[in-house]
């Protein structure tokens, strides 16, 4: 079945500090892959996503490719600020038997931005 | 805003009882998708509507079921409540069924079960 590994968290960093959440997948067939984050006291909200391999999400100053060869999808910003605190979630979809699609998550990593 | 609208955003709820959680899919979305968020097993997939009619099952237990009606709104509904099912509950919608669009989350409904 699908299945995405994220990077335990908790993470704390210092403003303006580079970023990078590991998370690595197994699926069947071709997924698409997401990056998800919730905010304190908020819902999930889309960041980035990439569709095929070799593609580069980006938003927001994140970015993750997509790397089929690792089954990869690390997310990654160069400069953290205090507002990017939140939880992020590494998901993706797969056909599976039915033709059904869902998000399979991760299990989340916390970051904290100190000032 | 993502344009799935949900509510009750918050509900407190004694055990055993049965609560109904409402789900405004975007407009032009025919997928509409409930999720569970609890701190124990993380974000959980309970089940997919496609135009009114079922399309896939996850974690869903037998006390829970859902419906999407013509109006493409859907609920979830919960019975028998035990403390264990206080969680996040996030309804998310789609275009489609399959291929490869994106699904977008609501705020979630936050369901305290005492």
């Known amino acids: 079945g699908n299945s995405v590994t994220q990077m335990e968290g908790p993470v704390t960093l210092s403003e303006e500090a580079f970023l990078t959440i590991n998370c690595t997948y197994t699926?069947?067939?071709?997924?698409?892959l997401f990056w998800y984050v919730q905010y304190p006291g908020e819902g999930l909200q889309l960041l980035l996503k990439?569709?095929?391999?070799?593609d580069k999400g980006s938003n927001k100053g994140f970015e993750a490719t997509y790397r089929k060869e690792t089954t990869s999808f690390h997310l990654e910003k160069g400069s953290v600020q205090v507002s990017d605190s939140a939880v992020y979630f590494c998901?993706?979809?797969?056909?599976?038997?039915?033709?059904?699609?869902?998000?399979?998550f991760g299990s989340g990593t916390q970051l904290t931005v100190l000032p | 805003d993502s344009g799935v609208t949900q509510t009750p955003k918050h509900l407190i709820t004694a055990t055993g009882q049965r609560v109904t959680l409402r789900c405004s899919p975007r407009?032009?979305?025919?997928?509409v998708y409930w999720y569970q968020q609890s701190l124990d097993q993380g974000l959980q997939f309970l089940i997919q509507?496609?135009?009114?009619?079922?399309?896939a099952k996850g974690n869903i237990l037998e006390r829970f079921s859902a419906q999407q009606f013509p109006d493409l709104h859907s609920e979830l509904n919960l019975s028998s409540l035990e403390l264990g099912d206080s969680a996040l509950y996030f309804c998310?919608?789609?275009?489609?069924?399959?291929?490869?669009?994106?699904?977008?989350f609501g705020e979630g409904s936050w369901l305290t079960v005492v």
């Open positions: 998310a919608s789609s275009i489609g069924g399959q291929g490869r669009d994106t699904i977008y």
């Open positions: 699926a069947t067939g071709y997924p698409s």
């Open positions: 407009s032009g979305d025919l997928s």
């Open positions: 509507y496609y135009n009114g009619e079922e399309r």
């Open positions: 998901a993706l979809t797969s056909i599976s038997s039915g033709s059904a699609r869902q998000l399979t």
């Open positions: 990439a569709t095929k391999a070799d």
